[in-house]
């Protein structure tokens, strides 16, 4: 696609990815920098780095991936396509470095859970402490599959640091939400929001979502209004 060539391990998250980077460009941001800094927190087979890369070809970028199939297979996409100035580090985003349990589902849904006793234990890092060593930070891309409002609130002292910054929030049913919670540590640090429902749900009044996996899912679109 688009001069460019990837192994996929599972056809329907591609073409949901696609849509979604390429086509709705959730991810574009402007910067006034020619290699702004980017944070990418599942990065998955690397169609959000490959899309970085081509509106900042001189971007800084870090990845994290904590499947280590997948996060191999995203290296090898990259560097099939040319790409090799990107980090990719094969470990989940948490609030500690202690390792956290791990559910894979071989696509793009994997998840932290620490309630499966089939999931795997995997590495971790703790996002503040990789925030901390910026100053400023263009662009922090999350996709991790409900651990967003966990990580987001250990990082609160350190968001006044990204000018841009993109969440897929996720609500599985008969857990807490968190959305409020979410949403005043963003407006705490000083962001502007946008939000985008993804799975539209005709009369959620009367059909609550507790058969689906998600009950709300949502891309939540932050920047800091001077930027």
Not at 206 to 221: R, S, T, W, Y
Request: net charge negative; charged share 20%.
């Amino acid at each position: 696609f688009l001069n460019k060539s990837l192994q996929v391990p599972d056809v329907l998250s591609f073409i949901w990815q696609y849509k979604e980077i390429y086509v709705d460009e959730s991810y574009k941001f402007l910067s006034a920098s020619p290699n702004p800094i980017i944070i990418d927190c599942g990065t998955n087979i690397g169609m959000s780095c490959l899309y970085f890369k081509s509106i900042y070809p001189t971007a800084s970028i870090t990845g994290f991936e904590a499947d280590a199939s997948i996060a191999a297979l995203c290296k090898e996409n990259l560097l099939h396509n040319g790409i090799t100035d990107v980090s990719i580090i094969p470990k989940a985003v948490w609030i500690n470095d202690a390792g956290v349990c791990f559910e894979e589902d071989g696509a793009d849904g994997g998840k932290i859970n620490n309630e499966q006793s089939k999931a795997a234990t995997v590495p971790s890092v703790r996002l503040k402490d990789v925030l901390q060593q910026y100053e400023k930070i263009d662009m922090l891309k999350m996709d991790i599959e409900g651990a967003e409002y966990s990580v987001l609130e250990d990082c609160a002292t350190v968001l006044h640091r990204i000018d841009h910054l993109f969440i897929e929030f996720h609500s599985y049913p008969n857990q807490p939400q968190h959305l409020a919670e979410l949403m005043k540590i963003m407006a705490d640090a000083g962001f502007r929001l946008y939000i985008k429902e993804v799975n539209n749900r005709k009369s959620p009044l009367a059909h609550q979502g507790k058969e689906k996996m998600m009950d709300v899912q949502l891309n939540i679109f932050a920047y800091q209004p001077t930027k």
